[in-house]
């Protein structure tokens, strides 16, 4: 399989760039510091640019087969910037199926149907900024006629897969309050390969 991984240098990247090489695919990354890549292993075809450039994308594309997006917001408007140049790409390169790495945000709220968990009044952030990228970014690849997968884990704290973790589609499992970086790569990685759970956010949780 030939995989564009954007954001391969963050913490879930970096899980995914792994496991995909290990599994030899053939991976495109598109990195804005290739030195943040240690060692590049054989198999990787590292390219040094902006997820934000239309040019710089568009070439990374060229021959991918699917996209795996781990992009966050990086304190500003990159996921509400990038989206549309991708969807744009791909629509032009006729690539079909991207996974991206949203929030838990943005799943369905259980207590206050027809309001997303970042809008509901017992939602404690203290801020809805992220959490209203993301949803712009879902929207886009919702109106955007691809095969689209968001991934939506809860809290995020560093660790290694166990693999014994809950998904359930728009909403995030009935308490879940955690999942490791190490579980929600390994599970992107599934979703995105075997083609599972197109068209929906996927809640993520222990």
């Not at 995989?3 to 990354?29: C, F, M, N, P, Y």
């Not at 996921?79 to 369905?108: D, E, K, N």
């Amino acid at each position: 399989m030939r995989i564009l991984l954007l954001g391969a240098t963050g913490r879930v990247g970096k899980k995914i760039l792994k496991q995909a090489l290990s599994d030899q695919h053939e991976v495109t990354a598109l990195v804005r510091s290739p030195e943040k890549v240690e060692s590049p292993p054989s198999g990787l075809a590292l390219l040094q640019g902006d997820a934000c450039n239309a040019a710089h994308l568009q070439n990374a594309l060229r021959g991918a087969e699917i996209i795996i997006s781990c992009l966050g917001t990086d304190g500003g408007s990159v996921l509400t910037t990038y989206t549309p140049i991708l969807i744009a790409a791909m629509q032009s390169q006729a690539v079909s199926r991207v996974v991206t790495i949203g929030t838990a945000g943005i799943l369905q709220s259980r207590e206050h149907p027809g309001l997303l968990r970042y809008e509901a009044p017992d939602s404690r952030r203290s801020s809805t900024r992220a959490a209203e990228e993301h949803r712009r970014s879902w929207e886009l690849f919702e109106a955007s006629g691809l095969e689209w997968t968001v991934v939506c884990p809860t809290y995020l704290p560093d660790g290694e897969p166990i693999g014994q973790y809950r998904f359930e589609r728009d909403y995030l499992p009935d308490g879940g309050m955690s999942i490791s970086v190490g579980d929600t790569a390994a599970f992107t990685y599934r979703t995105a390969l075997e083609n599972q759970d197109i068209g929906f956010r996927v809640g993520l949780a222990y």
